[in-house]
């Protein structure tokens, strides 16, 4: 309800000094037909007072963001007063003239360091590499297996398709002109007897081992450290096929015969093998093999060498994965993986492979490139991609550790000829309880560069990673300052 001041107050006699009295005036309608109040006066009283809490609430906020800058700006002039990097509290309390010199130095130097990081980064970025050799001693330095295979039966074995050798094809390619192969085909079919006896003897009907002892007085003749490889149909065996064989002079001395089966070609004079080679690969490197003959003593003197790898991104890019493509069961093998992949694309153009192969080809490369041809439509195939047709060689990696063997074998007639073949060798290391590791390793490691940016940040413009954060602090400080003074504005100018 507004009030009105009556016109007989307001002329009240200035003696009696009384003050005028406020009458409420009725209520009157406006002519849109609205209620409304004024004063008799015409004046009407729209303005309405703030409350006294709004007010207050507003007093406080402006308090506290006054308080706020300043602590701000005590914090930024703390920082600017106590700056570690050289000459960067000259550039904000200096005069004119001594903050832009001292601008120019830390700008100079700056783009000094610039230049000088990036040429380290690069350095690092090359991934160089260096090789340390060392010779490493070891109380026992354990022999590594020796396959011994007969030539004949095991490459009749490893290149046959269908039963039929490589060697045998010409002159049978007439019985099988029109026919396909028949994949259950064995063309020894051996079922063989293992025997052995208190470590003196062992045989798989091929093979008799007569000694095999060490100069730990071990007999090794025994299933622990001999067996059949049933992959090669048996034309070898496995010595030390675990690799836990050592000896305090790493020496042991092997004898044995072999027993020429009936269904050998008798026009054909049997030749004994022997592959030194890493324990825990099973496929046979035969560019590493050597021919043993009967009646001869053999001395093998064995140079073993660990090689360790560095893998991506350094240049050796080694691996020790096998892909789905890798068929040879055993640790992986730069030589088994180039010959997994010569077998895989044997298969995809010919439509099948060896017969000691096949068993190993992925399911789904058989199901889509399995072809059913005759046998004198896929053997000259599988022939040409034996002879020749290597894979590219990028495709398989070094491996990231490799046991590396140099063997020198030497030999002498025996004394007493029996008319049994007998084969005999001593077997033995080069460096008695001793061998040789190749390591590679960064020419530039991630710490040196660190090393090296450090000092030479320092040495320069007196920085260290302290220092650059101590300068982003100061940098958000001011950031946090700027967006507060702007808060403020705004809030006035609501």
């Known amino acids: 309800m507004?009030?009105?001041?009556?016109?007989?107050?307001?002329?009240?006699?200035?003696?009696?000094?009384?003050?005028?009295?406020?009458?409420?005036?009725?209520?009157?309608?406006?002519?849109n037909g609205s209620k409304s109040q004024g004063l008799s006066s015409g004046f009407t009283n729209?303005?309405?007072?703030?409350?006294?809490?709004?007010?207050?609430?507003?007093?406080r906020w402006h308090e506290g963001q006054i308080t706020r800058r300043a602590i701000i700006k005590q914090k930024i002039n703390e920082y600017v007063n106590t700056f570690t990097v050289h000459g960067l509290t000259k550039v904000f309390i200096g005069e004119r003239l001594?903050?832009?010199?001292w601008l120019v130095i830390l700008f100079c130097g700056l783009i000094f360091s610039v230049v000088v990081v990036y040429g380290l980064v690069v350095k690092f970025l090359n991934f160089g590499i260096y090789t340390e050799i060392r010779s490493q001693v070891t109380d026992e330095n354990f022999f590594p297996s020796i396959t011994f295979c007969e030539k004949i039966m095991y490459t009749?074995?490893?290149?046959?398709?269908?039963?039929?050798?490589?060697?045998?094809?010409?002159?049978t390619v007439d019985n099988h002109r029109d026919s396909t192969c028949d994949h259950t085909y064995n063309r020894t079919n051996l079922n063989i007897t293992i025997s052995e006896g208190n470590g003196t003897f062992w045989s798989n009907g091929f093979f008799n081992i007569t000694k095999c002892k060490t100069n730990k007085h071990i007999h090794c003749a025994n299933n622990g450290y001999f067996k059949s490889l049933s992959s090669f149909n048996h034309s070898c065996i496995r010595w030390n096929y675990?690799?836990?064989?050592?000896?305090?002079?790493?020496h042991v001395d092997i004898e044995f015969e072999f027993n020429i089966p009936d269904w050998f070609d008798k026009d054909r004079a049997e030749i004994i093998t022997a592959t030194p080679h890493d324990a825990s690969i099973n496929e046979l490197d035969r560019t590493q093999r050597i021919e043993i003959e009967p009646h001869k003593i053999y001395d093998i003197n064995l140079d073993k060498t660990e090689i360790r790898r560095l893998p991506y991104p350094f240049p050796s890019n080694c691996s020790n994965n096998k892909d789905k493509f890798h068929l040879f069961p055993g640790r992986y093998t730069r030589r088994s993986c180039i010959e997994s992949y010569k077998f895989i694309e044997m298969y995809k153009d010919c439509g099948d492979t060896t017969d000691h192969i096949r068993p190993m080809i992925p399911r789904d490369i058989i199901e889509k490139y399995h072809q059913n041809n005759t046998i004198n439509n896929t053997i000259p195939c599988i022939f040409s991609h034996m002879r020749g047709n290597e894979v590219r060689a990028e495709k398989c990696a070094f491996p990231c550790s490799e046991i590396?063997?140099?063997?020198?074998?030497?030999f002498k007639r025996a004394r007493n000829n029996t008319s049994t073949p007998t084969y005999k060798l001593t077997i033995k290391y080069h460096h008695v309880a001793a061998y040789r590791i190749m390591e590679e390793k960064a020419l530039y490691s991630w710490d040196?560069?660190?090393?090296?940016?450090g000092g030479f940040i320092s040495v320069v413009i007196g920085a260290s990673i302290i220092s650059m954060i101590e300068v982003l602090v100061f940098l958000i400080l001011v950031i946090v300052k700027k967006l507060t003074t702007s808060c403020v504005i705004l809030k006035r100018q609501v």
């Open 2 to 31: 507004d009030l009105i001041v009556s016109a007989e107050d307001c002329t009240t006699s200035k003696k009696n000094k009384k003050k005028p009295t406020v009458k409420p005036v009725p209520p009157r309608y406006a002519q």
């Open 46 to 59: 729209t303005r309405q007072r703030k409350p006294a809490s709004s007010s207050s609430e507003s007093i």
């Open 98 to 101: 001594e903050s832009a010199f």
């Open 156 to 171: 009749d074995h490893h290149t046959s398709y269908c039963g039929i050798p490589y060697d045998d094809y010409m002159s």
């Open 242 to 250: 675990n690799g836990n064989l050592s000896g305090i002079n790493n």
């Open 404 to 410: 590396e063997l140099m063997f020198f074998p030497t």
């Open 448 to 453: 040196q560069l660190a090393c090296e940016i």
